[in-house]
């Protein structure tokens, strides 16, 4: 079993929807969650810090369920623009896992 | 302005060449990180370094290897490089602690001949 799993999609939905990814972890050790993007050819940046109470920034929500070890992404009003591929990480200590990965595509 | 500078961005080499590529930071992080990405899959990890604490994560090949003369520069040496280290590899950066989230470089994409 991956320490973080994510299903890979590819997710293909018209601009304007709510799209959600899902993501587990295996190491209840884990401390720090975060959603990273990636965009083709390019490095992963920053989304989103995930915390225990969850949280906001725009269009993207991110929350965490410690019990279930899980972790979400909720995009809201999808934009072409948010077409990338988005990877979960689960750290403790600074080493960051990365999930396989979830591709979206942003359609017209 | 980068702050994860990693050079070159492109870099090809000869089967079995040694290569290195580096990388250099200015947010002054004591973590230093190395990630292995191939095509459509995820960044994984080769090592580590907290401060000259090296890491190596176990399924990562003798092959490759890392040296932190100090805070500012990491570098990765691939001693003979084969067909399948092809990839675009990553450097990041982070400070310790809990929730610091780590900022990559533009990578460094290595081609085999």
């Known amino acids: 079993r991956k320490e973080v799993e994510q299903d890979p999609g590819p997710f293909n939905v018209p601009e304007g929807a709510t799209v959600a990814f899902n993501c587990t972890y295996s190491?209840?050790?884990?401390?720090?969650f975060f959603w990273y993007r990636q965009d083709c050819r390019k490095e992963p940046k920053l989304l989103m810090s995930?915390?225990?109470s969850g949280n906001e920034d725009g269009r993207f929500t991110a929350q965490l369920n410690r019990a279930s070890q899980y972790i979400s992404l909720l995009i809201r009003d999808s934009k072409l623009s948010d077409s990338a591929t988005y990877y979960c990480?689960?750290?403790?200590?600074?080493?960051?896992?990365f999930g396989q990965g979830t591709t979206l595509q942003v359609k017209p | 302005d980068a702050m994860v500078i990693q050079n070159p961005r492109y870099q090809v080499t000869q089967f079995g060449k040694p290569v290195t590529l580096s990388c250099s930071q200015t947010?002054?992080?004591?973590?230093m990180y190395w990630y292995q990405q191939k095509s459509s899959q995820a960044p994984k990890l080769l090592f580590h370094?907290?401060?000259?604490?090296?890491?190596n994560e176990a399924d990562t090949p003798d092959n490759f290897q890392s040296r932190r003369p100090n805070t500012s520069f990491c570098f990765l040496d691939i001693r003979s490089p084969g067909l399948g280290d092809a990839a675009m590899y990553l450097c990041?950066?982070?400070?310790?602690?809990?929730?610091?989230?780590?900022?990559f470089g533009d990578g460094t994409r290595l081609s085999i001949l």
């Open positions: 990041a950066t982070s400070s310790m602690g809990r929730n610091q989230p780590q900022h």
């Open positions: 190491n209840s050790a884990s401390q720090s």
């Open positions: 995930v915390y225990s």
């Open positions: 990480g689960s750290g403790n200590t600074g080493k960051l896992i």
């Open positions: 947010l002054n992080h004591n973590v």
């Open positions: 370094y907290y401060d000259k604490d090296f890491n």
